[in-house]
């Protein structure tokens, strides 16, 4: 690179900002808004089929034999497909720990409800949808363990052929003395929780077109998937094609959360175009199969913790022991979300000495998969309760308790037990403005008047961080083989045409993450444009840069370092021939405001336009090593990652924004139903790119975290049906129970990220639950009781008041 990254705004080739960090208008939202955008399902191929998806009925059964003849003679039927031929044809669905996995189609049994056993395409969906009923499937039911409590023990059948177990992970990881700590704590606070299994739900359901053309070999795949280069892997090892036989073109994601991977459909509409030999066919995702299929259910776990403390509230060890029903398989990177609070086992608070245990279970039940904040809300939450509890213990004021054990502001860069790196923050100036911005002092009379009246008042204040992008380090405690690596690769191409316009490609298309707006603002600046000047387009899997894509809050940090060493490449190249225009030394040359000119020279200036078409005008002059294409690329990584040792100790992530929330609720003594009255947070997630965005992000987060506190629960019975199958029993919050927050900022930047941004994708998921779920415990509190599940549902929180009353 010709500079070094500005690790500032102001540290731009500009003279003042006037984009970055500014509430500009996002490129993306005029055809979303006009309804002109392109989504997955818009999209028609000539002579396209459509798949309907046959699915077991069964969360444990042989299959003894499938009859699909009846269906295979409907008129406008043209392919079955069953597990037969998907085992000859291609390699069980990826998934870490390695052999924790099935086939994309069941093959000799099914594991769980939903689980795929069949796939017709016709030409009509309807069609498909009607021949499903014609396949005669006989089915030997099995005894099932939906029970992840019953399955460490070793009760009940073993979920996958070929396994002595159902445990798929088993690890212990422990930092500092942690026997040490509680035998010399003054008091020891200990806690059971239960976090039931929810996931996300965009409005966008999956959608895949897979055209396999049997000339070229090439498999072209459309649709609504997101990071092409973590899903290709998995397509050529399961498919056993080629990397550059397959070419992913996405279309806008409606949503996406971690759950639009679904790389097992991706795979069974593969084998289904396969099978076509020429026609593309194209599946969408109903509603009901997102619920019971979609393969990325979240957090269905146990926990059994506990802290030290001294009586002065300072906690000196922490134990946190959890188990984790998977599902069926150990699919994808879900084992994940298992290891992804090593990188933040004591949030915000300094905490010397802490056991991390957790286990990850196969149970009959859909397999887990990506979500958003990927586990760890429940880490989050447990922490925070036990914090309250613990402050009551003592007779100190909660918030209190917090602040004794802040990490400080003067001891960033901070190490964590497990090694990792938070880089800056001020948690105590963070929690001071939540309460001066919320009225904190006011909220007490209010709610010490409410409880005066008999009125079930509640406040949660919690705090939490957000690591942002994460990664392999972390994977590789689960599968070392493949993820001993410190790379997240995100690349971009920049090129200025003889207009000086700019042109940006990159990987994404556009799915809540407002990249094409913020590489637009950045590259507007850079090269002293105007926003409208600079064009930002997605391109295929073929074209793309080395990427990694948006996952785990990466989306700000690495594609702003990519951008900006695109830019800085360019730049470098036509100063070299602003050099030769301007009969100048190339190191005399600078760019500043969007001219190229001689330091100290005055007058002797050129715009980047006029460079760039002497660049491509006349190649017989440019300098030596220059060619006439005004472009560049880059591919940023992140610095300073480690590879995690034998202990689990290494450097994760690359930021960690912080988060405050106070929650305030009121509680219904006859129904059990929860009013949040009021909702303010403070975030630090650096410097914010487009503020804008931000607040959008933290308020879906917020909106996501309510319903995870309060509604959302995919509920089984005791043989693995799945009882909440449609929206009248999984409960999504709507705006009736979603408050309208008021946010605030803090800004501590990044001094590792490029322009001292941080992650802040996941944003308030981390810490709503929390704050929600303190507030209503707090409610509770007159009554002497305290619900340890989420979500408070309420069914469960008006059973804990029965139990009350009695």
């Not at 994309?104 to 017709?120: N, Y």
């Not at 099995?142 to 979920?159: H, Q, R, S």
């Not at 039931?196 to 999956?206: D, K, L, V």
């Not at 507007?524 to 064009?535: H, I, K, P, S």
Request: aromatic content about 6%; proline content about 7%.
């Amino acid at each position: 690179m010709a500079a070094a990254e500005p690790k500032l705004p102001e540290q731009l080739p500009v003279t003042q900002p006037r984009h970055v960090g500014k509430d500009s208008p996002r490129m993306e939202d005029p055809l979303m808004v006009t309804g002109k955008v392109e989504y997955g399902n818009d999209i028609r191929a000539p002579g396209m089929l459509h798949a309907a998806i046959l699915r077991s009925p069964h969360a444990h059964a042989l299959i003894k034999s499938i009859d699909a003849s009846r269906a295979e003679k409907l008129p406008g039927v043209a392919a079955v497909l069953t597990g037969k031929e998907v085992k000859s044809w291609s390699r069980p669905v990826f998934g870490v720990p390695e052999g924790w996995t099935g086939y994309a189609l069941a093959v000799e049994k099914t594991h769980w409800v939903g689980e795929p056993v069949a796939v017709i395409a016709a030409t009509d969906r309807y069609i498909a949808e009607d021949a499903l009923e014609l396949i005669e499937v006989e089915y030997e039911p099995l005894e099932t363990v939906a029970d992840a409590l019953k399955a460490v023990t070793g009760e009940g059948p073993y979920v996958l052929e070929g396994k002595q177990s159902n445990v798929a992970y088993d690890r212990k990881f422990s930092f500092g003395d942690v026997p040490g700590s509680f035998a010399a704590a003054d008091v020891i606070v200990r806690e059971r929780f239960r976090w039931h299994r929810s996931s996300g739900n965009p409005i966008e359901t999956c959608v895949c077109i897979a055209d396999w053309n049997p000339v070229t070999g090439m498999l072209t795949l459309r649709g609504s998937h997101r990071s092409p280069h973590l899903i290709l892997p998995a397509l050529v090892i399961s498919l056993g094609v080629s990397s550059q036989q397959v070419r992913i073109i996405q279309s806008p994601l409606g949503g996406s959360f971690g759950v639009k991977t679904f790389a097992r459909y991706v795979i069974l509409i593969s084998l289904m175009a396969k099978k076509l030999k020429g026609r593309a066919v194209k599946w969408t995702e109903d509603r009901i199969e997102h619920l019971i299929g979609s393969s990325t259910h979240a957090w269905d776990r146990h926990y059994e913790c506990a802290l030290a403390l001294k009586q002065d509230g300072t906690v000196t060890g922490m134990k946190m022991e959890l188990i984790d029903d998977l599902g069926a398989f150990s699919e994808w990177l879900a084992i994940g979300m298992l290891l992804k609070p090593l990188l933040c086992l004591g949030s915000c608070y300094r905490i010397p000495n802490v056991e991390y245990a957790c286990k990850g279970l196969v149970t009959n039940k859909t397999p887990q998969g990506p979500l958003r904040a990927f586990g760890l809300p429940p880490h989050f939450w447990v922490l925070e309760q036990l914090l309250d509890v613990a402050a009551k213990k003592l007779g100190l004021e909660r918030n209190e308790i917090r602040r004794r054990n802040f990490i400080k502001k003067e001891e960033f860069p901070y190490v964590s037990p497990s090694g990792n790196v938070y880089d800056s923050g001020d948690y105590e100036g963070s929690l001071k403005l939540l309460l001066e911005k919320s009225g904190y002092d006011r909220l007490l009379k209010e709610q010490e008047k409410a409880r005066s009246e008999g009125r079930l008042v509640g406040l949660g204040v919690v705090s939490s961080i957000e690591p942002g992008l994460t990664g392999p380090p972390m994977l590789a405690l689960a599968a070392p083989r493949i993820f001993s690596r410190t790379s997240s690769p995100e690349g971009i191409l920049v090129r200025i045409d003889g207009f000086g316009k700019l042109i940006a490609e990159l990987g994404f298309p556009p799915g809540g993450q407002s990249q094409h707006s913020f590489v637009r603002q950045i590259l507007a600046d850079y090269f002293g444009v105007e926003l409208e000047d600079v064009q930002v387009i997605t391109v295929d899997s073929l074209s793309m840069q080395p990427s990694t894509g948006p996952i785990s809050s990466s989306m700000a940090i690495a594609l702003t370092g990519a951008v900006l060493g695109a830019a800085a490449r360019l730049a470098d190249k036509l100063k070299r021939v602003a050099a030769v225009m301007l009969e100048a030394r190339a190191d005399d040359i600078e760019l500043l405001d969007g001219q190229f000119r001689v330091r100290g020279v005055p007058g002797k200036t050129l715009a980047a336009a006029q460079v760039s078409q002497f660049m491509m005008a006349r190649p017989d002059l440019l300098p030596e090593g220059i060619d006439g294409n005004p472009e560049a690329t880059y591919v940023w990584n992140p610095p300073d990652r480690t590879i995690p040792d034998e202990r689990g100790f290494g450097r994760y992530s690359v930021t960690a924004a912080g988060a405050q929330h106070l929650c305030m609720v009121e509680v219904d003594r006859a129904t059990g139903q929860v009013k949040i009255l009021k909702y303010v947070m403070v975030d630090d997630c650096g410097v914010r790119l487009n503020p804008s965005v931000v607040r959008g992000m933290l308020m879906g987060g917020m909106a996501h975290g309510v319903g995870a506190a309060l509604l959302e629960e995919y509920v089984y019975d005791e043989n693995g049906q799945m009882l909440t199958s449609s929206y009248m029993d999984y409960l999504l919050p709507t705006i009736m129970e979603v408050p309208a927050a008021e946010e605030h900022e803090m800004c501590t930047p990044s001094p590792i990220a490029p322009l001292g941004v941080k992650g802040v994708g996941e944003g308030a998921l981390h810490t709503t639950p929390a704050a929600v779920l303190c507030a209503v415990n707090d409610a509770l509190e007159p009554l002497g009781i305290r619900i340890t599940e989420a979500p408070m549902s309420p069914l469960r929180v008006w059973k804990a008041l029965q139990g009350a009353s009695r």
